[in-house]
């Protein structure tokens, strides 16, 4: 939560810190990984796939995920360390992920 200070006339914010960073993981390289890439059923029958275990920060994660949505032509979305892509895209997520040298589970 950020600090209030009063200064002059208005207020300034200082964004708070307690000198840690919680939402850094270490970051492997691609072939180190042990990704899984999952089916998960949803509610009315949709299906999602699921790319999981991945230990990358939050910016690394969302460029795979932006990338991968275009390699499948569909949306989805990424989490801290999942990514989520609309419909059954699980073949073709695995060959796109074994083509750039990622390390499948």
């Known amino acids: 939560m950020a600090k209030k200070i009063m200064s002059g006339e208005g207020w300034s914010f200082e964004p708070a810190s307690d000198g840690?960073?919680?939402?850094?993981h270490e970051t492997?390289?691609?072939s180190a990984h042990k990704i899984t890439?999952?089916?998960e059923k949803r509610n009315k029958g949709k299906v999602v796939t699921v790319i999981g275990n991945l230990a990358l920060d939050s910016a690394e994660i969302k460029?795979?995920?932006k990338k991968l949505k275009a390699a499948c032509g569909s949306g989805g979305s990424s989490g801290d360390?999942?990514?989520e892509i609309q419909g059954?895209?699980?073949e073709k997520?695995?060959?796109w992920l074994r083509d750039r040298g990622w390390g499948l589970k």
């Open 20 to 24: 840690q960073d919680n939402n850094k």
């Open 28 to 30: 492997l390289s691609p």
């Open 37 to 39: 890439v999952n089916l």
């Open 63 to 65: 460029d795979l995920a």
């Open 81 to 83: 360390n999942h990514i």
């Open 88 to 90: 059954d895209h699980v």
């Open 93 to 95: 997520t695995r060959s």
